[in-house]
Structure formats: structure tokens, C-alpha cells
């Protein structure tokens, strides 16, 4: 009669899960900084209404360049160093 360790299929799991987890922390990050966005899909991001986007570049608040007839955002514009979305806060015009 043979016996196995109980434990040994367990410690087979975990040296596996151990080299998945070192795989993922040591996959490159992607450079989000060098992502340009259309008014529309900031928008989406800002969840309000391209026209709102579109306003707050016009009034400075929200920087942008123009490519063709349309405005581009940089991504840094947008997502602050936390890569969280910023927030349009209304400035009252004085």
C-alpha cells in the first residue's frame, strides 16, 4: 500500500500559480501617454456630450490640437497621473 502526500498535488497548484503571477507583474506596460482621442470618445471617457468636450476646448480649459476639421486630445489632457479620469470642472467666466 502506497501512500501520497495530500499536499503535494496542492504544492504542484501553487508553483504554477506562483509562475502566472510573475508572468503577469513582469509584462511590459503599455505607454497610454502617446494615445491621441477624438472629441467623441473623450466624451465617452468625460460622460457628458461631445458639444460639452468641444466647449471646454474653445473656453481653454481642455487643450487640444486641430487635425483637419476636427480636434484631437492628448491623452494626458484627459487621464491624470494616476491614469484616472480628470474631472470638467465648470470655470465661471469672469
Known amino acids: 500500500m502506497t501512500h501520497t502526500n495530500p499536499?503535494?498535488?496542492i504544492h504542484s497548484d501553487l508553483n504554477?500559480?506562483?509562475s502566472l503571477i510573475k508572468q503577469i507583474i513582469n509584462t511590459p506596460k503599455k505607454d497610454?501617454?502617446?494615445?491621441i482621442?477624438?472629441?467623441?470618445?473623450?466624451?465617452?471617457?468625460?460622460?457628458c456630450s461631445p458639444q460639452t468636450?468641444?466647449?471646454q476646448i474653445i473656453f481653454g480649459n481642455l487643450k487640444a490640437f486641430?487635425?483637419?476639421s476636427g480636434f484631437r486630445?492628448?491623452?494626458d489632457q484627459i487621464f491624470d497621473s494616476n491614469n484616472e479620469i480628470k474631472s470638467l470642472k465648470y470655470k465661471r467666466k469672469a
Open 16 to 18: 504554477e500559480l506562483k
Open 37 to 47: 482621442y477624438t472629441i467623441k470618445e473623450a466624451a465617452e471617457y468625460f460622460k
Open 53 to 55: 468636450v468641444k466647449s
Open 73 to 75: 486630445i492628448k491623452h
Open 7 to 9: 499536499f503535494e498535488e
Open 66 to 68: 486641430k487635425i483637419g
Open 32 to 35: 497610454y501617454s502617446l494615445n
